[in-house]
Nanobody, 132 residues
Framework: QVQLVESGGGSVQAGGSLRLSCDAS????????MGWFRQAPGKEREGVAN?????????????LYADSAKGRFTISMDNAKNTLFLQMNSLKPEDSAMYYC????????????????????WGQGTQVTVSS
């Protein structure tokens, strides 16, 4: 099973930027859906962005973003570092939440559904706080 460790969270003012990192290990040489989710107090965990990545071929799928993230957040994969990133720009107070990295093995195709119920491996989370 994939092990995931997030970092990069912190406190910023509205309009600021943060880059979250997720170090992955224990993966097999196959394709995975890799995603970012977030959960604010009293709310359900929701998808932010995800993408397909094959550790075997290096193939990347087209990223999928939640409406709240489109145009502001960018998900990317650095295969040399085995690290998934989430670049977050123009942050808003409503972006404040615990952010989680997640992964699930994908056996065919490169399209990933942004649903927490489909993911099997989770990191411990990193806190993002945006003040107005």
């Amino acid at each position: 099973q994939v092990q995931l460790v997030e970092s990069g969270g912190g406190s910023v003012q509205a309009g600021g930027s943060l880059r979250l990192s997720c170090d992955a290990s224990g993966y097999s040489n196959s394709g995975y859906c890799m995603g970012w989710f977030r959960q604010a107090p009293g709310k359900e965990r929701e998808g932010v962005a995800n993408m397909y990545y094959s550790w075997y071929t290096g193939v990347r799928g087209t990223p999928l973003y939640a409406d709240s993230a489109k145009g502001r957040f960018t998900i990317s994969m650095d295969n040399a570092k085995n690290t998934l990133f989430l670049q977050m720009n123009s942050l808003k107070p409503e972006d404040s939440a615990m952010y989680y990295c997640a992964a699930v093995r994908k056996y065919s195709g490169t399209n990933c559904i942004l649903s927490r119920n489909l993911y099997r491996s989770w990191g411990q989370g990193t806190q993002v706080t945006v003040s107005s």
